[in-house]
């Protein structure tokens, strides 16, 4: 039984693979309609989602299996105190796979250890994001129709965005990739990411605070808001909330051919001006977020053939 903690869980092989095959659902989503008739996936959602949550659902309901779970701790037995360990064993007996979201580091982790089907990261706390990562590498393939060779700029909350985290984690095994990271000092990178992923593999990369510097060199930028929910005090969230905000003006010195991703909810950091410029991309990671996890959901059941 595989589970998909970390985007480490996968080799560049599977990813490669879990791409070819959500493009192969892209161009013919009728072969994949009943491939998991009478399969269920339960989503459990300890902490708010839109998209990762929905997209779980729309997934399996695509491939014609079922869904069931809960959208907030509230809803479930955890607020009378039930632990994820006995969770996981409980709706093990009704699904065939759980996708988890958890506000707690490493939650997931420790389900996976008691869980009778296969467990899904679906995001927890500032750690991890591996879905998020898998949808965002679809989307670079679909754009840049490749994997290496290109600079990208991560800007905004480097310090909690977890799915900043693990695109880093993901793209340091692909070659000849230039990291750009842009943030106030309070939002750097954490250092055990730039030690264990990055300098660990030889791989340079460049810290900044102002985004104008770097933006002609890119040809991906990597928005994130800021995570108002990992902050101790609300007057520091206040104080960095509005960093960043990418509006039409600072996109005249970009590439024309620049990859606008962010993988939302937006806050401010992204003016709604800049949404019909063919380089924002953010939609269509949203919708290749559900294709992507199509594909997951199929090689955790052991369906993808
Ligand atoms: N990108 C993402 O995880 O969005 P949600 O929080 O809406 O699931």
Same mark, same amino acid.
Do not use: W
């Given at each position: 039984?595989?589970?998909? &903690?970390? =985007?480490? @869980?996968?080799?560049? $092989?599977?990813?490669?693979?879990? &791409?070819?095959?959500?493009?192969?659902?892209?161009?013919?989503?009728?072969?994949?309609?009943? *491939?998991?008739?009478?399969?269920? =996936?339960?989503?459990?959602?300890?902490?708010?989602?839109?998209? +990762?949550?929905?997209?779980?659902?729309?997934?399996?309901?695509?491939?014609?299996?079922?869904?069931?779970?809960?959208?907030?701790?509230?809803?479930?037995?955890?607020?009378?105190?039930?632990?994820?360990?006995?969770?996981?064993?409980?709706?093990?007996?009704?699904?065939?796979?759980?996708?988890?979201?958890?506000?707690?580091?490493?939650?997931?982790?420790?389900?996976?250890? !008691?869980? %009778?089907?296969?467990?899904?990261?679906?995001?927890?706390?500032?750690?991890?994001? %591996? +879905?998020?990562?898998?949808?965002?590498?679809?989307? *670079?393939?679909?754009?840049?129709?490749?994997?290496?060779?290109?600079?990208?700029?991560?800007?905004?909350?480097?310090?909690?965005?977890?799915?900043?985290?693990?695109?880093?984690?993901?793209?340091?095994?692909?070659?000849?990739?230039?990291? *750009?990271?842009?943030?106030? /000092?309070?939002?750097?990178?954490?250092?055990?990411?730039? /030690?264990?992923?990055?300098?660990?593999?030889?791989? #340079?990369?460049?810290?900044?605070?102002?985004?104008?510097?770097?933006?002609?060199?890119? @040809?991906?930028?990597?928005?994130?808001?800021?995570?108002?929910?990992?902050?101790?005090?609300?007057?520091? !969230?206040?104080?960095?909330?509005?960093?960043? *905000?990418?509006?039409?003006?600072?996109?005249?010195?970009?590439?024309?051919?620049?990859?606008?991703?962010?993988?939302? #909810?937006?806050?401010?950091? &992204?003016?709604?001006?800049?949404?019909?410029? %063919?380089?924002?991309?953010?939609?269509?990671?949203?919708?290749?977020?559900? !294709? &992507?996890?199509?594909?997951?959901?199929?090689?955790?059941? $052991?369906?993808?053939?």
């Amino acid at each position: 039984m595989r589970h998909l &903690i970390d =985007i480490t @869980d996968l080799t560049v $092989g599977e990813i490669d693979e879990l &791409i070819s095959v959500s493009e192969r659902i892209i161009d013919d989503r009728q072969s994949f309609s009943d *491939i998991c008739k009478g399969k269920k =996936i339960a989503t459990l959602f300890f902490e708010p989602s839109t998209r +990762t949550r929905l997209s779980f659902e729309a997934a399996m309901l695509e491939l014609g299996g079922s869904v069931l779970g809960f959208a907030s701790a509230d809803s479930s037995s955890a607020s009378k105190g039930e632990s994820v360990s006995d969770t996981v064993r409980t709706v093990g007996c009704y699904a065939d796979i759980i996708a988890m979201r958890h506000p707690k580091e490493g939650a997931p982790m420790a389900a996976s250890k !008691y869980s %009778p089907v296969p467990i899904i990261n679906a995001g927890d706390g500032g750690h991890n994001h %591996p +879905t998020q990562t898998l949808a965002d590498l679809l989307t *670079i393939q679909r754009e840049k129709k490749r994997l290496d060779s290109f600079t990208i700029g991560f800007c905004g909350d480097l310090m909690f965005g977890r799915t900043v985290h693990s695109l880093i984690n993901a793209l340091s095994r692909y070659e000849n990739i230039k990291f *750009i990271f842009i943030s106030p /000092e309070e939002l750097r990178l954490p250092a055990y990411i730039k /030690e264990d992923t990055l300098n660990k593999k030889g791989i #340079p990369f460049t810290e900044v605070e102002r985004l104008e510097r770097v933006i002609p060199m890119l @040809d991906i930028l990597y928005m994130t808001r800021v995570q108002r929910e990992r902050f101790f005090n609300e007057a520091d !969230y206040v104080r960095l909330k509005d960093s960043y *905000i990418l509006e039409p003006q600072k996109l005249l010195s970009a590439k024309k051919d620049l990859s606008i991703l962010h993988p939302l #909810p937006r806050v401010n950091e &992204i003016s709604h001006n800049i949404d019909d410029d %063919p380089r924002a991309c953010y939609f269509k990671q949203v919708l290749n977020g559900k !294709y &992507i996890r199509m594909a997951l959901i199929l090689k955790l059941l $052991g369906l993808e053939g």
